[in-house]
């Protein structure tokens, strides 16, 4: 795609001054030195310094690596929880002017094998917990020349990992200061694979530009909306994009942050975390938040600081809304994105005639994903290519384009998503109302085809889980001779409850199109998920490829 200037010759006078993590940095080690950086870890129960601490030592770190001999553009990688020397590391690595590669460590040994060789990670900084995950592969991981173990002097003693060294003997000794060098904007910042549900996973690859500009797009009013005033806990992981870039955004406004660490699906220490510390704002898929509600209905404790939680990741079922609204008066924000988009691409916060609607319509609005943040432009079309009307109801592949969206992947270049006008594909398959508040009705590769016309399981699954009996719901299609395929319903019951097929079925009726109602219920005992908590729809798939509708 080629830019035309527009016929204006005349350019803007002022100054060039470069995008860049190293930017965040200073500025919150100048004005933001005192908030706090609270984390559990897997050898402190609690560890609490500042900012200004955590970024003398980012600077020890990269006197460290400098040491070691690291040049620009190598890859660091970390395979860690949410604490305070991840965010260390996040910062030290990026505003040397290397590139911090964030691992899921829930990702099956060969696919980390695959992505850490494919990104030739140089050093790799890993949790205790997932030492001995990488010592099982250190026979292959032959890129890699040493691993730093995140945790107190001697947590590398009995490692059989080449080169181990811990982070504190690591840092120990290096001056509190680095001369960060002035990088270009457009110079890689971070990176991140995804997750490979077909194929290997691919790396993205974001630069300082993409990041800072995200950066100012979330902490907007009608995004995350953070602040000096706020207290921020990310129980998305830092492995999984970013953190959604609130490590980055919290530096920025000097929100005080709170790490969860290992313990980032443990209801009880996510309590005491927001009880003891103010949490006001939290962030994370939709699996931590049953773990939350479910610990404060047992126990009767309360979330009295938190007013907003912003889901995303995955579909947000309206009990959780509803439930964290009517038992705790917090605000649950739906938002949509992904590896590729750094990740925000929308977010939902209430239309300016929000107040005028209808019970009903208002909660159509807050089920949907939100409106594209600034920055982000959305599309929908059809089969041929065709744009599709915001009516609500069309619906069709989402594409998007913007400033922190991935245009190609590392050493793969562009992708089938990727079209020649600059739009990629985002696999999602969506509706776009009057107002530009986008739902998300499937993925395009698990949306239900019966007899040409299409069915969303998500609409489905929100259906299923909404009843009272019901915890954990997934619909898939099943081979149907008539239909090609038909909804097939697989439901986990909450301990302890019962309900029959014919009870699960007329639960639908009145609630969706009656062709929409699934041909059958399975229950199980429980569904497969992902690296990253999601329903594995292939994994279900090839679960029940054997079965056959009654
Ligand atoms: P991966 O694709 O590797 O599982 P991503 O985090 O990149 O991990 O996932 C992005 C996908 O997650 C989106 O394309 C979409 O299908 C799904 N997703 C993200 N947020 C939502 C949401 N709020 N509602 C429904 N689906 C979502």
Request: glycine fraction near 14%; charged fraction near 10%; proline fraction near 7%.
């Given at each position: 795609m080629t830019i035309k200037s527009g016929g204006n010759p005349m350019l803007g006078l002022i100054m060039n001054r470069q995008l860049t993590i190293t930017s965040i940095l200073e500025h919150a080690r100048k004005f933001h030195g005192d908030a706090e950086v609270v984390s559990v870890t897997a050898d402190q129960p609690l560890h609490r310094y500042t900012y200004r601490e955590a970024f003398a030592r980012s600077a020890r770190l990269a006197n460290a690596l400098a040491r070691l001999g690291i040049r620009p553009g190598e890859r660091i990688g970390t395979l860690a929880w949410n604490d305070y020397r991840h965010l260390e590391v996040y910062f030290a690595t990026s505003c040397a002017g290397f590139v911090c590669h964030t691992i899921n460590p829930r990702l099956f040994p060969e696919q980390i094998e695959y992505i850490v060789e494919h990104a030739e990670d140089r050093w790799i900084f890993v949790d205790p917990a997932f030492v001995p995950l990488l010592e099982a592969l250190k026979h292959r991981l032959g890129c890699v020349e040493g691993f730093v173990i995140l945790g107190p002097a001697g947590a590398a003693a009995n490692t059989t990992l080449r080169n181990a060294v811990d982070y504190e003997t690591l840092i120990a000794g290096e001056p509190d200061t680095f001369d960060w060098p002035a990088l270009d904007e457009n110079s890689a910042c971070a990176m991140c694979y995804t997750s490979?549900?077909?194929g290997n996973p691919k790396g993205v690859v974001y630069s300082h530009r993409a990041l800072v500009l995200h950066t100012y797009a979330c902490l907007m009013p009608d995004v995350m909306s953070l602040s000096a005033r706020e207290v921020v806990m990310p129980?998305?992981?830092?492995?999984?994009?970013?953190?959604?870039s609130i490590p980055y955004g919290a530096a920025a406004v000097g929100a005080k942050l709170v790490f969860p660490g290992p313990k980032m699906g443990d209801g009880e220490t996510l309590q005491r975390l927001i009880e003891g510390e103010g949490v006001t704002v939290t962030a994370g898929v939709p699996t931590v938040w049953l773990a939350l509600l479910t610990h404060l209905d047992r126990t009767?404790?309360?979330?009295?600081?938190?007013r907003r939680v912003i889901v995303g990741g995955s579909a947000c079922p309206r009990t959780i809304m509803e439930e964290f609204e009517r038992k705790h008066g917090v605000h649950v924000h739906h938002a949509w994105g992904m590896t590729e988009m750094s990740p925000m691409g929308t977010f939902n916060s209430p239309s300016a005639d929000f107040d005028t609607l209808s019970s009903e319509e208002q909660w159509a609005q807050r089920l949907r994903v939100g409106r594209p943040v600034y920055g982000v432009e959305v599309k929908i079309v059809d089969a041929a290519g065709k744009e599709l009307p915001w009516d609500g109801v069309s619906f069709g592949a989402l594409k998007v384009r913007g400033p922190w969206i991935c245009a190609e992947y590392f050493r793969?270049?562009?992708?089938?998503?990727?079209d020649d006008e600059g739009w990629f594909e985002t696999g999602d398959v969506a509706t776009i109302d009057r107002r530009g508040y986008v739902a998300i009705t499937d993925r395009t590769k698990d949306v239900i085809k019966s007899g040409g016309e299409w069915i969303s399981s998500i609409d489905l699954e929100n259906t299923a889980v909404a009843h009272p009996a019901v915890a954990e719901a997934a619909v898939i299609g099943a081979y149907h001779p008539r239909w090609d395929e038909r909804p097939l319903l697989c439901v986990v019951l909450h301990p302890g409850e019962q309900l029959t097929r014919e009870d699960m079925l007329a639960w639908f009726e009145g609630k969706v199109a009656k062709w929409w109602v699934p041909d059958d219920v399975v229950f199980v005992d429980g569904l497969p998920h992902t690296a990253t908590g999601k329903l594995s729809k292939k994994d279900l798939r090839e679960r029940m490829k054997d079965y056959r509708f009654p």
């Open positions: 490979g549900t077909t129980v998305v992981p830092m492995f999984h994009v970013n953190a959604w009767g404790k309360q979330v009295p600081s938190l793969i270049g562009k992708g089938d998503a990727h």
